[in-house]
């Protein structure tokens, strides 16, 4: 048998070598010839190696590769074309071939929260309005023809989407390059070696939400009597209850209310599933941290348990809390549609889910509770979003306190 495919009794076939490189012969435990090792010396780090494997029926491939390597490793010495190494060249040659559509339609496939999980529908339909808005300026594109220069002429043109969709693109885009600039799962190199996205990421503006006052005893009342009778209980849990949003409001079940305990736990919201299509269904919440349990008021107590005993098969604890008409799981759409026609009756179009629960958190604050308190109840973790998003100034009540803050201090001088 040849010295190709198996060791013979005088041991391996010794390796070609050159002035410039070698060419091994590389053999299995049973010497069956398995591979062809070509090696050498790389030009821009002393004492490191260039190296590649071609299989066992290559070799007169392994030594046309090896010379055209001399070759550029000539060019480079004579000042002719820099040298770059064999990975950096099929980098390159790779990403030459990737259209930037194609490279973030990947990208957004794949996308992933920190954790690993994969994103919900809703969340993904999110990430392609944001798509959608920096998409047409680089269509038609390469990922590698893409500059700064290129993004700053799409960064200063209009954006009539609006200010907070702009900084979600700018977020958007210079994630995606960044995952471009990072060695892929496979194994393969980089398809980029820079991100070109250099810009700043524009500050968040001011949320009109930040002006809406808190619902106020009068205008809950009104909105919960022009909402369904099997939905009505919801608006009232979403202010004076833990805050739920919209989607944990959709998601309870008769196990997650515990009169006896006056307790309410949040454990799930609902999407459309990972393709966000389809029927609604049950799934996590939207952080871990939202996962909670929460005080229900004394007060509250019997009225939760007469919309459990008239609209709940209340004995079943996988029960919807709010069931439907037509479906099995409640709808987000369905509960906000409704939501929208009781508060232009009760005169306040300008309340979401939203406004309710930060009307929560603002109340509460009122009433004495503490910063921590009010973080526990919402299911938040930062105190920056807590203040910023779900705290709002009662001009009313800041009268009152600057008004008595005087007031003590007059007194104390006369």
């Not at 990403?95 to 930037?100: D, G, R």
């Not at 459309?272 to 008021?297: F, H, L, M, N, Q």
Request: aromatic fraction near 6%.
């Amino acid at each position: 048998m040849s010295a190709r495919t198996k060791k013979d009794s005088m041991g391996p076939s010794p390796e070609r070598r050159s002035r410039f490189g070698t060419v091994t012969p590389r053999y299995d435990a049973a010497g069956n010839l398995i591979a062809w090792q070509v090696r050498y010396p790389d030009p821009k780090r002393p004492g490191k190696k260039v190296q590649r494997q071609f299989k066992p029926d290559m070799e007169h491939e392994a030594h046309q590769w090896l010379e055209k390597e001399r070759h550029l490793v000539e060019l480079d010495r004579k000042n002719i074309q820099e040298w770059v190494h064999p990975s950096e060249r099929r980098r390159r040659k790779r990403a030459s071939l990737i259209s930037f559509e194609d490279y973030v339609t990947r990208w957004a496939e794949g996308y992933r929260l920190p954790n690993g999980e994969r994103i919900a529908g809703g969340t993904r339909r999110n990430l392609y309005l944001d798509i959608a808005h920096f998409m047409p300026g680089f269509k038609g594109k390469l990922l590698t023809e893409i500059t700064p220069k290129d993004i700053k002429r799409w960064y200063d043109a209009p954006h009539p989407e609006g200010q907070w969709a702009f900084r979600r693109s700018c977020m958007r885009l210079k994630a995606a390059f960044a995952s471009a600039t990072k060695m892929s799962m496979d194994g393969s190199p980089p398809l980029i070696r820079d991100n070109p996205f250099i810009l700043p990421i524009p500050p968040a503006p001011r949320s009109a939400r930040e002006d809406v006052p808190p619902v106020t005893p009068l205008e809950l009342k009104l909105i919960a009597e022009n909402m369904p009778d099997y939905t009505r209980l919801a608006v009232i849990l979403a202010t004076l209850v833990g805050g739920l949003r919209c989607g944990e409001l959709c998601g309870l079940q008769v196990k997650d209310i515990d009169l006896k305990a006056k307790r309410l736990t949040v454990r799930h919201s609902v999407n459309r599933g990972y393709a966000d299509r389809g029927s609604t269904r049950i799934d996590r919440t939207k952080t871990d941290s939202s996962r909670r349990t929460v005080p229900i008021p004394d007060g509250l107590v019997p009225l939760i348990h007469d919309h459990l005993l008239r609209h709940c098969e209340w004995t079943d604890p996988e029960a919807m809390v709010f069931r439907p008409r037509r479906a099995s799981v409640m709808s987000q759409t369905t509960l906000e549609a409704q939501f929208r026609k009781a508060r232009e009756k009760a005169g306040r179009p300008d309340l979401t889910f939203q406004s309710l629960r930060a009307s929560h958190a603002t109340l509460l604050m009122l009433k004495g509770g503490t910063l921590r308190e009010v973080m526990d109840e919402l299911g938040h973790v930062s105190e920056k979003v807590a203040i910023k998003h779900y705290q709002r100034i009662v001009a009313r009540h800041r009268n009152q306190i600057v008004n008595q803050l005087a007031e003590d201090f007059i007194k104390a001088a006369q």
